[in-house]
């Protein structure tokens, strides 16, 4: 009897901590997570983002499950969250065989990240043998439905000939598009490009200063000193206040030649 009694006080003790638990969710998860459960599949993929990578500490195993539904119900951003959770093995090992079928299935919904990371695990062979023409094709894909990443890839197998034929100037036109979808990389490799003219390409500063202030823009250290450089010497000592500027936030950024430049002549 005894223990019938204390079961029961337990129960009715734990019963207010999980409704606080549910009660102090967003509203706007709350919302996506009742649609979710209505079979919406689009809402399952922000709320299960908000238990990955939102919530501290996150809740990996319910953000599975929730992902987990709506890639069942066929929404590709879903299946692609789910896909990362085991790439980067978050709440659980790593398993990359596992993350390709399901990088593979939001791909095959048209989520272009997914089709990104299909082609790099090609061309790394994680999860699958390593194939540079498929790389190359998935990057493509990816590039086609406005990727940053996937141009970015797209126009370096381009520009080197990795998994086809090669081609310098269509390259270096993807990488341009990856870097005005916000690359960094892309914006930071034709920015060396054109400093100095490279693969054939001519050195023309103005454009390396536009990529340079680009990446610079995504918070790089290098680009910043560079482009604090390349205002130097396009415009001289008539704008040293303008290369100043570079230099003192590729300072901030941890370049020590950026350091060294900022300091007063």
């Known amino acids: 009897m005894f223990k019938h009694v204390l079961f029961a006080l337990i129960f009715t003790f734990l019963l207010p901590l999980q409704g606080h638990s549910e009660s102090a969710l967003p509203d ?17 993929g922000d709320a299960g983002y908000y238990f990955a990578r939102t919530m501290d500490p996150p809740d990996f195993d319910r953000a599975r499950e929730i992902f987990q539904q709506g890639c069942d119900l066929d929404d590709g951003m879903s299946c692609a ?11 659980h090992t790593v398993d990359f065989g596992t993350a390709f079928i399901y990088f593979a299935a939001a791909c095959n919904r048209d989520e272009p990240v997914a089709c990104s990371r299909i082609g790099h695990m090609y061309e790394k062979g994680k999860g ?4 540079p023409a498929l790389a190359r094709s998935y990057a493509r894909r990816a590039c086609d439905m406005d990727d940053a990443y996937g141009c970015a890839n797209y126009g370096r197998y381009v520009f080197n000939g990795d998994g086809g034929s090669r081609d310098v100037e269509r390259g270096a036109e993807l990488m341009d598009k990856g870097c005005d979808l916000g690359d960094p990389w892309a914006c930071k490799t034709l920015m060396n490009i054109y400093s100095t003219g490279q693969y054939d390409l001519p050195a023309i500063p103005l454009r390396a200063l536009g990529y340079a202030q ?5 918070r790089d250290a290098e680009s910043c000193y560079t482009a604090g450089l390349l205002t130097q010497n396009l415009r001289g ?7 100043g500027a570079y230099f003192m936030l590729a300072c901030e950024l941890g370049s020590e030649a950026g350091c060294e430049a900022a300091q007063p002549q």
Request: net charge negative; aromatic share 12%; with cysteine.
């Open 28 to 44: 706007h998860v709350v919302a996506a997570l009742e649609a979710c459960e209505g079979w919406q599949g689009e809402y399952c």
């Open 81 to 91: 969250r789910l896909a990362e959770l085991y790439y980067f093995g978050d709440g």
């Open 128 to 131: 699958v043998d390593a194939d």
């Open 214 to 218: 680009a990446s610079c823009g995504m």
């Open 237 to 243: 000592e008539d704008n040293a206040s303008g290369a």
